[in-house]
């Protein structure tokens, strides 16, 4: 079959039984809405007789990590900042200077699976900046891309956080190269049920509460490579 083009659509609604349409518009407002990526994926299994939304939980948890997973839409600044708010969330003003900014550069169409390690992983005097970003390299994880901070609460709800055990996240997209008057730090953007604001932490081992887990990329993908 050849690639349709609109005509050959508008053809095929048209002679679609009064029954289908009420499922076939909502299908088009699915695809056409901001997971309409993730929608798209899972069609394309469904016509293949694959199991579909078989892993498409948003999240699930496996031995002390949380897994999120999710596709970048490539949104930036202001439309950002304003989805944002629109989930009823806040932004701190120096997140939003960093949101705003020209460092951050947005990604679109990237799917990401980020692991979100909980304070438990870490007994005892492990709970150190040192420890966790070593944990983290023997894991095969890599540093976040900052836009993940926005997409979880895009995607989530004060709500799921709780249900997921999840108080503060920190989102570690520099390590200690970054450099002031004070010495070398570590400078993260830290989630929660509140919204989004900014952390430094000017010690290799600084010592985190039991509140705080620590988020990191455990794979991306561009969405080709997904379906």
Known sequence: MGK?????????VVHLKRAYHSTVVELIQKLSGPDGLV???ELKKFLRKEPAWANASAWYEKDGVVYLHFVSDGRRKRPLLRQI?????KVSGTAQEFLSSDEF???EKVWYRVAIMKSSLFPGNKLQSSCILAEAKRRGL???H???AYLILKH????DLHMMGLEEIVMVHRQFDVEDENGKHLAVLVVNGNGIYTNWFYSQNHHFDTCYAFA????????DELV
């Open 216 to 223: 990191f990329i455990e794979a991306v993908r561009v969405h």
């Open 156 to 159: 989530f709800t004060k709500s």
């Open 142 to 144: 890599s540093l976040v």
């Open 85 to 89: 708010f629109k989930k009823g969330f």
């Open 146 to 148: 900052p836009e993940i």
């Open 4 to 12: 349709p083009v609109l005509g050959d659509l508008v053809e095929l």
């Open 39 to 41: 929608w798209l994926a």
């Open 105 to 107: 550069v947005p990604t």
